[in-house]
């Protein structure tokens, strides 16, 4: 199992960015292949929002913050971030880190049991 922390989250006003931390660890982390980032607004499901793959650095959008989000790594300190950009009071939402063993098409990595192992979340909230 892969333990998941997150962190960065807060208040931004409309049109501002946030970077979120993802920081991973465990024994079997070498065998996650993707990460990914989820979130969940009040009221509403779990969406998905970005995947990342961690053998070929492929990566995969949601539309709704394709052009806005970026999704990325550092290697050697097993993080993944999620740099949010041109922020919209619709981006509020618990955010939540995900590892997955498999990689496919964003049919695939867009749903929430392709991934394995979840984080806590971290807050974000967009005012407008």
């Known amino acids: 199992q892969v333990q998941l922390v997150e962190s960065g989250g807060g208040l931004v006003q409309a049109g501002g960015s946030l970077r979120l931390s993802c920081a991973a660890s465990g024994r079997t982390f070498s065998i996650y292949f993707a990460m990914g980032w989820f979130r969940q607004a009040p009221g509403k499901e779990r969406e998905f929002v970005a995947a990342?793959?961690?053998?070929?650095?492929?990566?995969i959008y949601a539309d709704s913050v394709k052009g806005r989000f970026t999704i990325s790594r550092d290697n050697g300190k097993r993080m993944v971030y999620l740099q949010m950009n041109s922020l919209k009071p619709e981006d509020t939402a618990v955010y939540y880190c995900a590892a997955g063993p498999k990689w496919g098409s964003i049919a695939t990595m867009g749903q929430e049991s392709a991934f394995g192992s979840w984080g806590q979340g971290t807050q974000v909230t967009v005012s407008s």
């Open positions: 990342f793959n961690w053998s070929t650095d492929s990566t």
